[in-house]
Nanobody
Framework: QVQLVESGGGSVQPGGSLRLSCAAS????????MTWYRQAPGSQRELVAS???????TYADSVKGRFTISRDNAKNTVYLQMNSLEPEDTAVYSC?????????????WGQGTQVTVSS
């Protein structure tokens, strides 16, 4: 299995920045896809940013140009750099990590971290 530990959430003023981290431990296999989701109160969970093993990335239109997903392979950690934060970015952010090979597949979630953008 894969265990995920998230960190880096907090409160920030509009226009500020935060960097979220999602550290994975356990059985990291040869193929991986890491995704950041967020869920605001009263809203459905939405995909924020995703990265596959080949480093291809996908972003929600609402965060393009402001957020960047990246991975440190040596640390088995995925990051979400969030710049120019807006009140609409306020949500609980969760990391999802899928890892697989020809024999096994694991699908794990982090505990979630609160991001609050407010003046």
């Amino acid at each position: 299995q894969v265990q995920l530990v998230e960190s880096g959430g907090g409160s920030v003023q509009p226009g500020g920045s935060l960097r979220l981290s999602c550290a994975a431990s356990g059985s990291i296999l040869s193929s991986n896809a890491m995704t950041w989701y967020r869920q605001a109160p009263g809203s459905q969970r939405e995909l924020v940013a995703s990265m596959a093993s080949g480093a291809s990335t996908t972003y929600a239109d609402s965060v393009k140009g402001r957020f960047t997903i990246s991975r440190d392979n040596a640390k088995n950690t995925v990051y979400l750099q969030m710049n120019s934060l807006e009140p609409e970015d306020t949500a609980v952010y969760s990391c999802n990590w899928k890892t697989w090979n020809l024999i096994r597949k694991y699908d794990s979630w982090g505990q979630g971290t609160q991001v609050t953008v407010s003046s």
